[in-house]
Each structure stands twice: as C-alpha cells, then as structure tokens.
C-alpha cells in the first residue's frame, strides 16, 4: 500500500516535471503594475473564451462593478490578468479591448507551438478608472482563423483585481469622465481602420477644464512593418515583392475640426510571427503584449470643445510622401480623458498662439549603385505650439502652453542583390504641456531600431535577422495618471528555415529593463533566452518582490515547427 502509494507520487512528480517542461512559458519584460499589494484585493473574472474561428466573433459580456472592495469607484487601483494557453500553430492574432465603446488595451498573442504555450500579462488599468465604475458592455476582439495548417486556439482568462482604498492607499486619482474617440461599434472592438481618415463627433461636457487625449495606434498589413516601407522616389529602383511604398516615416496625429492638435512618431511594435518568429519565444518583442499609447494635451482646444456643441475630432496615419498617404492599414483609436469643474457653468477662453503645421517637415535622400544597392533616408522634424487661456466656470484662469518637438530618421540599405536589408531608424522627441508654468504632461522618448536583414541561401527559405530596439521614454501622461520612465533595450537574433514538411528555427533575446515611477516604485529585469530557454534571469526593485514569480527552465528541445511567418515589404520566400 505504502509502496503504491510511493509510485504513484513519483509518477505524479514525473507527470508535473514533464508537463512543466513542455508547456512554453511566454512573457513580455514589463514592470509590475504599481499597485498597492497590502490592502484588500477583489477579483472578478470578466470573461472566457476560447478564440477558435473567432473572426468577426469578439467575446461581449457585461460588466458589474464589485461592491465588495470599499465604495464604488473608491479604488488604489485595478489591474487586467490576461492569461491564455494555446497548442498548434497558428499566428499572431491582434487583441483589441473595448470597454463601454473606449479601447482599454491593444495586445497580441504569442504563435503557440504544438506542445502548447501559456502566458499572462498583467495590465494597470487604473487610469480607466471611470468606466470600470459603471456597468457596461466590454469586449475581446481576438480575429483567429483556424484552416488547414493553422490549428492553434486561444484559451483565454481575463480577470479585474480592485484594490480598496485606505487612509494608506488613497482613491486613485482620476479622470472624472472618459470619451471615445472610437467607432462605437456595440459587437466589435472599437479600433478604427485607417486610411482614409478616422473623424467622429463629440461633444465635450460644458464645464470641462482639462482634457487628455490617448491615442493607440498600430500598422496591419502592408503596414505591419512600415518601417521597411521605401519612399517611392526609389521603390523602382527595387525589384517588385522586396517592399512597399510610400516611406517608413508616419505620424499620428489627432485634429480638432480640421486642425491638428498633437501628433506622435510611434514606436514600432513587432508582433510574435513577424520578420524572424523564432527570435520572439519565448520572450516577446517589447510592446506585443501591451502595445504603447500616446498621450497629448488636447487642454488648449478646451474653449473651442465645451461650447455644447459636438466636434470633429479625427485621428489619422500620415507619409512623407508629397501627397502623405499611406499603404491599408494601421488600426486607430482614442479616448479624451476629461477634468471638470466645481461649477457646472461652461467653461470659456480662447486659443492664443496656434503654431503648427499641417504635416512634419521632411526630407528624402538616397544613392543607387552599379551593383544594384539601393540606400534611402528619409528624415523628419516636426515642432507644435499652441498656447490658450481657459477661464473655468467657477472663475479660475489657465494659461495653458503645449509644445511637441520630434526628430525622426529612417535609413534603409538594400545590399547584396537584395539580400540584405537593413533598418536603421530613430525617432524621438519631447512633448510638454503647462498649466499655469507647471507640468501637466510630459513624455520624453527616444525609440532607436536597427534591423538587419539577411536572406541565406538562394530560394530564399532560410533567413536570419538581428533586431536591436529600445524603448525609453520618461512620461507624465496627465497630471491624475502616474509618472514613470522605462529604459528598455532588447537584442534578438533568430534563424528560420522554411521547408515543404513545416518551418521551424531557432533564436536568442537579451533585456534589459528598468523602471521607476513618481511614486517611489522601482523594479528592473535582465533576462536573457536563448533556444527557447531562459539562460539569466535578474529580477529586482521594489515591485518585484510581491509580484515576481518564477519562469521554469525548459528542456525539451530547441527549435519547433512555426507558422509562415511574415516578412518586411510582404517579401515571399521560395515556397
Ligand atoms: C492570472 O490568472 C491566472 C488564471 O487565469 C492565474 O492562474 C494566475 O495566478 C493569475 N496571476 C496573477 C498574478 O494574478
Ligand atoms: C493545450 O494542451 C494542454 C495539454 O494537453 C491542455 O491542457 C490545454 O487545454 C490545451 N490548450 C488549448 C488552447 O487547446
Ligand atoms: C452602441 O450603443 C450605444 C448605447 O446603447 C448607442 O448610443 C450607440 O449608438 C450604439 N452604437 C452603434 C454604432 O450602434
Ligand atoms: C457631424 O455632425 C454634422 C452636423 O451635425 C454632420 O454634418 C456630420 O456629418 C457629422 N460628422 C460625423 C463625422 O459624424
Ligand atoms: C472632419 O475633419 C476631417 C479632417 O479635416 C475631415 O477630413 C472630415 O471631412 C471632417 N468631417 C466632417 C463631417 O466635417
Ligand atoms: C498618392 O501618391 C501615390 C504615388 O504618387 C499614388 O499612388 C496615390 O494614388 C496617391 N494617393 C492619393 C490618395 O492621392
Ligand atoms: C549603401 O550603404 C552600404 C553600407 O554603408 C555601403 O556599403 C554601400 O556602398 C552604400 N551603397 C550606396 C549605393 O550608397
Ligand atoms: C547592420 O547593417 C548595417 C548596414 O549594413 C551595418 O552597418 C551594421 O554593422 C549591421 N549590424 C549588425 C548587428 O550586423
Ligand atoms: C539553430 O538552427 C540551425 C538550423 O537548423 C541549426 O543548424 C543550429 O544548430 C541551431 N542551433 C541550436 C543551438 O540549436
Ligand atoms: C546575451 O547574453 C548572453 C549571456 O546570457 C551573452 O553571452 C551574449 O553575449 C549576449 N548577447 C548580446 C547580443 O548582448
Ligand atoms: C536550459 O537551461 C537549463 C538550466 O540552465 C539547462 O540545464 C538546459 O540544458 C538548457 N536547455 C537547452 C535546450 O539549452
């Protein structure tokens, strides 16, 4: 008995150890959620679902507030648990959250394997304080596809944590309303597809004093790997299927009744199946999980909004092309975070200085070589200033200063008949807004890329790739959302092999990450992969002692069948 009793623990000691070992543990390095973690914790799942033929099927459920963590609305702060297994292959798949009409968080899932991933990733959804103190409608848009080859499901778990409040932990501070700048779809995600050019109209309480624009945006398509489309001056001196037109540069930008407001030069988000898939297991390229947002400081536009009428607001993706188009499609939203006032009376001003273009100031230049070598650079520079005074129902006057200075610049190196093709691209800037001298927003970035490209042998089957980007940026999005800066850089390498029996390959990824916030939290990882094992793993900081935990070591092999993978400028291989 005792002896049966012995075989069947070991056994289930074998079954855990295996089962460990086969399930892949993907992750995106991202800090904690700077949530307090003594204080009372309320969880409610929002939703279930397994995402199998799934397009144009989003998952729509309705959402109650939890009434068991303190009073309504009172919270330290919420985060999202987004966890979710899958087996097969499949591709990366775009996540779109959308709650009551306004998008919460753009993500994207990892490609499983055929032994099966798993991963979460653990979102601050605090700054959506006020729509998660409401009921409403909330939805997952997760388009899969499963076909003949593609066999891979997400099983996906969404939980909301609350954090009560307390004389330690106050209230979170917030917006007091929240507006979408979105399609308003009720059954789909909210994300608009753009070109041609997003507008919808709003009308903005009377009585607002501040509003915070977010934008998200993200290219598809032809644009998925915008950063390797070549500016059509030169795209003939290429030959056809090696890229797109229409440049790398693109700038994001939101309009009031035609004028632009603010603009961002965004960070580019490389998704688990793009360019070299076995470069992203099983860490991630920065952002897939939890793809950047831009904040800008719609505050000056404040006297023109809150006149009780509604207004156009726009947001597009512009080129430095001559006529600034772009290839289909980047998928855009945006919400406007709203102060008002004490006094319900409407809020007057005016706009005093509006200095701004249209478009970025751009430039393209290039040099094409007996060989067939082709380089291109394509540089831009774009400076906003709008300064207006507001005069709040209640009779306190702002003056309100907004200035944006990017730098932008994109080089592109077409070498060796075409096999090679290298990106090296920056862009930054510095975006600063002030309410009577002091800083209402602030976002200091700076997003090198460096790409290199290389197809290795003639059919154009096997192919390696070395990505090195950054993501640093010190940002105060508003004065009610937390200020934080992130310096993060990542080095991955992965070789695919494509052949007619499936694809496979294999890859490395070093990180390092660091974070601290204005709040005194600090946390930072230096993680290394290599074939699909992790071969380092520092963690450290303040947020990582509650919410760390442990990644095991994986065995079982080194490189796996993949998905067709998706290449820069839509190249197709030789099958
Ligand atoms: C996230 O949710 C999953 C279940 O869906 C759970 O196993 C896991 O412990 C949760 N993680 C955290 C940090 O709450
Ligand atoms: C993947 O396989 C594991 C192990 O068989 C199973 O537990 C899990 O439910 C599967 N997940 C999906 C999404 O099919
Ligand atoms: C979605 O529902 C809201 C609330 O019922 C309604 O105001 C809105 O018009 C609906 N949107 C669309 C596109 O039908
Ligand atoms: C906005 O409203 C105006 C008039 O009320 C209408 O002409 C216009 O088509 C509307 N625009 C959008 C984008 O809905
Ligand atoms: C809203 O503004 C955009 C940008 O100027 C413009 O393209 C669009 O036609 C406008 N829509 C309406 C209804 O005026
Ligand atoms: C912009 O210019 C490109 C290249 O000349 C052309 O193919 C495209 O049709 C133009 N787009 C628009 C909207 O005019
Ligand atoms: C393009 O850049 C590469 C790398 O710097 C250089 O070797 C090559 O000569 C350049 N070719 C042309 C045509 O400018
Ligand atoms: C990438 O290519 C560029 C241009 O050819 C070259 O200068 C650089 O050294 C290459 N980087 C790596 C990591 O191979
Ligand atoms: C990576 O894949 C290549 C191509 O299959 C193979 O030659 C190489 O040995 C692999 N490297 C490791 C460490 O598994
Ligand atoms: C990545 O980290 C490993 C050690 O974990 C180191 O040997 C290797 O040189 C690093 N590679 C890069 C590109 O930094
Ligand atoms: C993964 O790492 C563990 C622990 O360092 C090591 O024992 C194992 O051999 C590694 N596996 C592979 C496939 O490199």
Known sequence: MLQQLARLLILILIW?????????????????????????????????????????????????????CGPVGSWAGITLNF?????????DRLGIFTFQNVEIWRTSTPEPTPDGIIWTYIKDATRYLPLFSKAGTFILELDNILEEGLTGQYASTLHATFYASSAQHPPAPRADVIIPVTTLANN???????????????????????????????????????????????????????????????????????????VAFPYAVIFTGGIVPSAWQPITSYGALDLPTYFIDLTPF???????????????????ETNHTINPNWYVSGNLQVITDSSSKPTTGKILVYDVQPYAETTTTGSVGANGDVNVTVSASRKILIESEIISGSG???????????????????LDNYNVQNVVQTASGSFASTHNGVL????????????????????????DAVIDHSYDRTQLPSPFILGSTITEHQVAYGLFVETSSGNYGNGTSNNTFNYADLNGNTYYRNV??????????SIGGTLAASNSFAFPSFNSFAQFVMAKPRLPGGRQTGL
């Open 16 to 68: 855990a150890s295996v089962s460990r070992a086969e399930v892949l543990v993907d992750f995106q390095v991202a800090e904690p959620p700077p949530v307090p973690q003594d204080t009372q914790q309320c969880t409610i799942q929002i939703l279930e679902r397994t995402f199998g033929s799934s397009y144009g099927d989003p998952e729509i459920v309705q959402y109650t507030p939890p009434t068991d």
């Open 83 to 91: 966890t979710v297994t899958s087996n097969g292959t499949q591709y």
């Open 188 to 262: 789909t995600g909210d994300e608009a597809s753009v070109p041609p050019i997003f507008s919808l109209n709003v009308t903005v309480p009377q009585n607002a004093v501040q509003i915070y624009a977010e934008l998200y945006a993200s290219g598809n398509g032809d644009e998925e790997f915008w950063y390797f489309n070549t500016a059509n001056e030169y795209l003939y001196d290429l030959p056809a299927g090696i890229t797109y037109g229409n440049g790398p540069f693109r700038e994001v930008r939101m309009l009031v009744d035609g004028q632009v407001a603010g």
């Open 302 to 320: 404040v006297p023109v909004l809150a006149d009780g009428q509604a207004h156009n607001i726009s947001i597009d993706v512009v080129s430095a």
């Open 396 to 414: 306190e006057y702002t003056y309100v200063v907004w200035t944006q200075n990017l730098e932008y610049s994109n080089t592109q190196y077409y």
């Open 440 to 463: 209402s927003l602030n976002d200091q970035f700076s997003y090198p890329l460096d790409i290199n490209f290389t197809v290795l042998n003639s059919e154009g089957t096997i192919w």
């Open 528 to 537: 290394n992969a290599a074939y699909e094992n992790i071969t380092y793993d």
